[in-house]
């Protein structure tokens, strides 16, 4: 279902794992910092919400969305890592720059999670336009910081 059927921050949160002790790292990407932040920030909020220690939250800085599978993966192969949350905006505009860096981060943190068998969250969002990106980083389609930081937590519970 597209976000603009479904609010980003509602889901169904009966039965989350104790997340107490487990190491979270948010890796977000420095670009459209205005929207990747606002995402960050309610990633982390929720995280926190739900269980989180403050001390066990790290917070990683990529330059771009591009880098993010490559942030990921230094993080996810640290075995004291138990999820990490890819945080980028990827906007369409004028040219088709977008296809091809929302397929090499979508197969990227992909092969990154299967190889260290751990949750690699992809919290990326792909809008049209700014407006589209603002709307799901805290305006009217939620905010999918929201949802992948509680993707991560439901994840944990698989193992």
Known sequence: ????????????????????TKKFVIVVAEWNAEVTEALYERANKTLLEHGAKPENVLRVSVPGSFELSFGSQVYAQKPDVDAVIAIGCVIQGET??????????AHGLTDVALKYNKPVIFGVLTPNTLQQALDRAGGIHGNKGDEAAITAIKMLGLQ
Not at 7 to 20: A, H, K, M, R, Y
């Open 1 to 20: 279902m597209s976000s603009a059927h479904k609010n980003l921050s509602v889901f169904i949160t009966e039965g989350l794992p104790d997340i107490s």
């Open 96 to 105: 088709k720059h977008n296809d091809y860096i929302n397929h090499a981060v």
